[in-house]
């Protein structure tokens, strides 16, 4: 699906030892007058080591002619310090060509934050004054069915979980949380002559040098 130039590109991921890797990306559309995001691909990677995960995620951004702006991890995992390296994952990740920023990991503002830019008044029709600012491209199954069936998990004996320990139920969480991490970073259009560098600084790209926005 082919993406505007001036839309700027976000990676998301939510990486895992144990299960699949989820990765997504999504395109956020310049002001006119307001942004709006469109997911438009999502992969779920199982049995591949770091260095793979890495050369799946760079090898497909080159081959579609993508700039990423941004790119951010889930900062649980991504904090995790492994024992056979004695490095933390987000380090293992920099040091094979994704470098990624932490993600904001506060579930219930998460939560509050994601149904805003889910929302808009159903009962009057969708048009410039009234529609969501997020979207899922159309090929995105499982992260719409895992958008759609989101829930918390139930409590001791299947009743529901007292207010302050719910948790949110494994099944359909990991596409979740992408959407999540992503609207946590209170995502901002930018110009397209401008990146994110992997510490998470917006930077100008002049004669193929960076330059900090203050300077």
């Known amino acids: 699906r082919s993406i ?13 030892d144990n299960k699949p890797v989820h990765c997504g990306w999504v395109a956020l559309s310049p002001p006119a007058p307001v942004s709006f995001a469109v997911w438009y691909r999502h992969a779920v990677l199982s049995d591949m080591t770091i260095p793979q995960v890495c050369r799946y995620v760079l090898d497909l951004e080159e081959r579609f002619g993508e700039r990423i702006h941004r790119r951010i991890m889930d900062p649980n995992f991504g904090q995790k310090i492994q024992g056979n390296t004695k490095t933390r994952v987000r380090e293992d990740y920099a040091r094979h060509g994704l470098s990624c920023i932490m993600a904001e990991d506060c579930l219930r503002a998460g939560h509050l934050r994601v149904r805003q830019w889910l929302h808009y008044d159903v009962n009057r029709p969708v048009g410039r004054d009234n529609f969501p600012l997020m979207y899922f491209s159309d090929e995105l199954t499982t992260m719409i069915q895992s958008m759609e069936r989101y829930a918390y998990a139930p409590g001791a004996g299947g009743k529901p979980a007292l207010v302050g320990e719910a948790i949110p139920s494994e099944a359909y969480k990991d596409p979740c949380d ?9 995502p901002d259009w930018a110009p397209p002559d401008y990146e994110m560098t992997g510490s998470g600084v917006l930077v100008p790209i002049r004669k193929g040098r960076e330059y900090e926005l203050n300077q």
């Open 4 to 16: 505007p130039r001036n839309w700027q590109l976000t990676f998301v991921i939510d990486p895992h």
């Open 178 to 186: 992408l959407v999540r991490y992503f609207v946590m970073q209170n």
